[in-house]
């Protein structure tokens, strides 16, 4: 029990902000009230990250991130769907097929990262974030009210690995995932909604990574609301 509560609080904490703060506050008081909340979406490319820790080392699997990546942003727009946004995934293809949307979005990614580096749920509430000029020229380019930046983080730990980690620290088993919905007319940041799911330690099947990621994208939308 001492293990595995130890190994949630990590994987919480591996969270931009605590799950807590999220839950509490998740989005500005005018997206609440639905004054600022947008009816249709653009999913950017997920930022994922899979890693297997194995007994002798870490190993990140590009491959796999990419997978369950675009995996995640598919069921991140099932679930908008379901709340009534309209929804488009900007995938790759259609990135690297369009110079002009390539710059866009990668513009709109720095300052994204860049205004989160000081993210604080207060400062979300006082909308005192802003993601500049690039997040409302790209939202502009694709016609949509607001862009979703999102990341995935998936650790794969066996369990010689775990009982190590449990009492040396290190990497543990867990899935966390973050959406940041940013206004595509002010560039101001309106919702930021995070989920958490403990992972037990072992090796884990394609079928049960893919059920993972469903769940954590599922928890991540359910703050949304319709």
Do not use: C, W
């Given at each position: 029990m001492r293990f595995e509560i130890r190994t949630l609080v990590l994987v919480t904490a591996a969270c931009a902000v605590s799950s807590t703060a999220l839950a509490a506050r998740p989005f500005t008081e005018e997206f609440a009230s639905g004054a600022t909340r947008p009816g249709s979406i653009a999913i950017l490319p997920?930022?994922?990250?899979?890693?297997?820790?194995?007994?002798?080392?870490?190993?990140?699997?590009?491959?796999?991130?990419?997978?369950?990546?675009?995996?995640?942003a598919e069921?991140?727009?099932?679930?908008?769907?379901?709340?009534?946004?309209?929804?488009?995934?900007?995938?790759?293809?259609?990135?690297?097929?369009?110079?002009?949307?390539?710059?866009?979005v990668v513009d709109a990614n720095r300052a994204y990262d860049e205004m989160m580096s000081g993210y604080r749920p207060?400062?979300?509430?006082?909308?005192?974030?802003?993601?500049?000029?690039?997040?409302?020229?790209?939202?502009?380019?694709?016609?949509?009210?607001?862009?979703?930046?999102?990341?995935?983080?998936?650790?794969?730990?066996?369990?010689?690995?775990?009982?190590?980690?449990?009492?040396i620290g290190g990497a543990t088993s867990g899935t966390n995932a973050m959406m940041g919905l940013v206004s595509g007319s002010t560039g101001t940041p309106e919702a930021v909604l995070c989920g958490v799911n403990f992972v037990p330690p072992g090796d884990l099947t394609d079928?049960?990574?893919?059920?993972?990621?469903?769940?954590?994208?599922?928890?991540?939308a359910n703050g949304l609301p319709p």
């Open positions: 997920v930022e994922a990250t899979i890693v297997r820790a194995k007994v002798a080392e870490t190993q990140g699997l590009v491959d796999e991130s990419v997978v369950y990546g675009e995996l995640f069921q991140l727009e099932s679930h908008m769907t379901g709340k009534a946004y309209t929804v488009q995934i900007v995938d790759p293809v259609r990135i690297n097929a369009d110079p002009k949307l390539q710059e866009y207060k400062k979300l509430r006082r909308r005192e974030l802003n993601a500049g000029d690039s997040t409302r020229l790209l939202a502009d380019y694709l016609g949509v009210d607001a862009i979703a930046f999102a990341t995935l983080n998936m650790t794969i730990t066996p369990a010689g690995k775990a009982i190590v980690s449990a009492l079928a049960q990574m893919q059920a993972e990621v469903v769940q954590v994208g599922e928890r991540t």
